[in-house]
């Protein structure tokens, strides 16, 4: 018995320190997104196809992954353990689906006294699920109900007649969704310099605005194309939007070992101020772009 403990012991210090490094670079690994939407709207496809085709493949993303779904996992796996730095990851993916959605919904498939579609109306309804639940119904079920629906939607979009409401394409609409958007990079940047963050707390307002930054930039395409057409007649807009993508994805991807939260002056980084730098970079071209539009 006494030769079993120091190997327990020794299985147990490699435990702790494998499983933080596991975590580490399986959420690098899964933050890496690469959307074809060339595949998910071939050439020709209605106007909705890209954009209702992204937002279920950036949900599908979270919910098939070797993890799955983490907000409402248990014991060492939940969201305020060992693995809380991906579960505060999803809730900003999903926060920012909700709005993404949201506007869809609301305003891009929509013109004053036009009815809702009634499956963007559900796709919305069921992103707004508890995301805690695990069972009576989990959170999972809930989703993938919402990207069966928006599948749905874009079955509708391919039928003859449509069975669904397309993008109209109108600039005061898009405007919705840019501030939609900034407003979202706000709360973040917002967040990020925060004094009132402890060291414990400080990983999940990181996280959760790198799942913000995640949805906008996948989603940043799917708008160049559906407004392709505006687009190719304002280059400055094209480049404006390639601009905004680009900080936004690095801020999608960081992921230090360890979140640091140093002072101004310390010689400990602060990763938050670090991250932050993207947020307000992308954040000043969405700006740009709406000044754009209203033009």
């Known amino acids: 018995m006494q030769r079993l403990l120091p190997i327990a012991v020794a299985a147990a210090l490699v435990a702790v320190l494998l499983i933080p490094l596991v975590l580490h670079f399986g959420q690098k690994s899964h933050n890496e997104l690469s959307l074809d939407y060339a595949q998910l709207a071939p050439e020709g496809s209605k106007l909705g196809t890209s954009y209702a085709s992204g937002v279920a493949a950036i949900m599908g993303n979270e919910l098939e992954g070797t993890t799955g779904w983490r907000p409402n996992d248990l014991v060492i796996w939940g969201p305020t353990l060992m693995a809380d730095n991906n579960a505060s990851r999803q809730l900003g993916i999903l926060q920012a689906l909700r709005e993404t959605t949201r506007?869809?919904?609301?305003?891009?498939?929509?013109?004053?006294?036009?009815?809702?579609?009634?499956?963007?109306?559900?796709?919305?309804?069921l992103l707004r699920n508890d995301p805690d639940k695990w069972a009576f119904p989990s959170a999972e079920s809930r989703y993938r109900e919402a990207v069966e629906r928006l599948q749905a939607y874009v079955e509708g979009l391919r039928a003859e007649p449509p069975k669904s409401r397309p993008i109209n394409a109108r600039n005061v609409e898009l405007i919705r969704l840019i501030q939609a958007w900034s407003d979202m990079l706000g709360d973040a940047h917002a967040d990020l310099l925060r004094d009132d963050v402890g060291w414990f707390q400080v990983d999940d307002v990181f996280y959760r605005t790198t799942g913000y930054c995640h949805v906008i930039a996948h989603m940043i395409p799917a708008i160049q194309i559906e407004?392709?057409?505006?687009?190719d007649s304002r280059p400055v807009l094209q480049t404006l939007f390639d601009e905004t993508e680009a900080p936004l994805l690095r801020c999608a991807t960081m992921k230090p070992i360890l979140v640091l939260n140093g002072g101004d002056t310390s010689p400990i980084a602060n990763q938050r101020r670090n991250l932050d730098a993207y947020v307000t970079e992308g954040r000043q071209k969405l700006y740009s772009i709406r000044e754009e539009l209203e033009k």
């Open 103 to 125: 506007v869809f919904k609301d305003h891009l498939t929509k013109v004053s006294s036009d009815q809702y579609d009634r499956n963007l109306v559900e796709a919305e309804n």
């Open 227 to 231: 407004y392709r057409q505006e687009l």
